[in-house]
């Protein structure tokens, strides 16, 4: 049976964590650490199979385990995903841009050809990215717009120097327009999907990127329009926001337990 350890115990890790506690799921979460020792306390309380809480984030990859499960931020990718790596572990990240870092990607990429370990980045709340895979060296353009509630953009760093109040959105206004690179960046916490599609298409300077914060909707949409040599694919999905962070669509969180159930499963699979 493979051992997990999870890095961030915030409302994503805990829903990883719940699912993985759940009767017959294949794997066993043995250690967790979360910069916030409550959030990390909080979070063993509620599972049955109690793991170790460890004191530093780097002693996560010094256990005996087999993946470490990031769901925290970028920052704690950027500082510990190389030791997990140098540590012969295999990774799993939520926090997606931070590999639009080149430099961060570099390093990230040959650690696991010199380690020989793997990087495994669930599709989140969006789909298609396996049709996106492959058609990648045909693919001339491709765009995603994101539409969320205004409180689902909130504390977003676009808006520390943005002059446009959320609170005083009243109907459908964009908000951003601009590449993948810089929108990880401005919305670090909402919009990882765009990191996604730049790491599986053609890159962050030329995915195009349109936020938009909608008073009126209940519901976090990303609509996808990819073209080039091979056609053209448009997806539309349309997600629950998870009740305990409305940053997060519930696809997300389904979306990283599946990708744990197939690291973990020895059974026929489906997709790419």
Known sequence: MKRIALLGCG?????????????NFPAVLTHVYDSSKDASSALVQKLNNK??????????????IDIVVEAASQDAVKDVALSVLQNKKDLMIMSVGALLDESIYDILS???????????????????????KSIKNELESISITTTKHPRSLKGAKFFETSEINLDEISSHTVVYEGTAKEAVMLFPANINVAALLSLTGIGSEKTDVKIIADPNTDKNTHHIEAAGKFGKMTFTIENVPDANNPKTSRLAILSAIETLKKYCSDDIQIGT
């Open 110 to 132: 040959d650690a696991c050809k010199d380690f020989k370990k793997t990087i495994h980045l669930p599709s989140g709340a969006i789909a298609g990215l396996d049709g996106i």
């Open 11 to 23: 409302s994503m890790g805990t829903q990883i964590a719940l699912a993985i506690d759940s009767e």
């Open 51 to 64: 793991p170790e809480i460890v004191e530093n984030s780097h002693l996560l990859s010094s256990q005996h």
